[in-house]
């Protein structure tokens, strides 16, 4: 009997442990092959989806990034990554240990969409995949659906949001990051303060803002106006300051702006001589008789209608002409695109 018991206690626990290695090596097989699964699946997000998206959005050298083989840089797994436009990469000589480097300053540890991202509080935390390096929020609008990462506008929200990524555009690359310091060394690159500093951006700067110059900021990337709208962003903060004297603009776009990447000063004269503190509309500038002086919001600089020469068929203004008339138009602004920027060799040599 004892025997017996024994010899049935010895056959029950080898079946029992070789069912339990069969239904651990089950369990591994079934979680490496959803492993697999999503490998595969993240794989075709990146090299594929991301790229063709980025691509209808215009972003086409980070969507080339992302198609060579090997791919140039690749993100994890649940990623939020910022795009930047492509001027942005043209316009310097990186080489590409640090183009790749920049990248992982420009792409977050979690994936999160716009909406995710309205949700968060004005100077909250972003950790990137760099060194432990954050990036702030530094300004939120839930209402205007406005969102500033280090100071850089997302102007294009949501260009990709899949299963394991998502991606938007931003207008320039985040603030804290300079082309120059960083041919210096990476950590010249100062640390983000991710504080809460809502007192900048409260009722003050609503009531400055009624003018709609985030929408102004967007239209103007939206309608190929890219380096102008990186130009008119990175000043905004100053016009913000005298713009409770007027409550209506009219922006003169010019497709390039040379003095991106110049001094600071420089870049927000070329910028203002390119706004009328007043709103006009296509129809209305050309009824307005030759030789009209209009003011701009650079002190003491106006400039002159010509009308609408004989061997023209569009208004010219201070002797450019406006090629895209009435791009976008609003209660309080509207934007003519013109064929070149105003007084360029006048505001650098004065």
Known sequence: MGSCCTRWCSVYFVVS????????????????????QDAISFAHEVSVNAPNA??????????DLFQRSPPFFLPPQNSTLFAFKDSAIRNTSLPPL????????????SMASMEDLLKKTQGSCIPTLFRHK???????DPGQRLVEIDHALISSPDIYLGNQIAIHGVLAPFSSLDFQDLRKGWNSVPPVSCRLNSGQYSAS????????????????????????????HSVLDRILTDSMSYDSVTILAPPDLPLIGCPSFLLDRAVRVHVLPQRFTYKELTSL?????????????????EGVPEFMSMLVVDGVEIVAPDISISEKFVIHGIAEALKMDELTTT
């Open 289 to 305: 008789p030759a030789r009209t002086s209009l003011k701009t919001l650079m002190s003491d600089e106006y400039l002159e209608i």
């Open 98 to 109: 640090l183009l790749k480097k920049m990248l992982l300053f420009h792409t977050s540890t």
């Open 205 to 232: 700067y609503e009531f400055k803002n009624t003018i709609g110059w985030n929408r102004i900021v967007q239209s103007l990337s939206s309608n190929g106006y890219a380096s102008f709208s990186i130009g008119l």
């Open 134 to 140: 954050n990036v702030a929020i530094t300004k939120i």
């Open 54 to 63: 980025l691509r209808r959005a215009g972003f086409n050298v980070m969507a």
């Open 17 to 36: 442990v070789t069912l339990a290695i069969m239904a651990i090596s089950l369990a591994e097989h079934f979680i490496s092959s959803k492993s697999d």
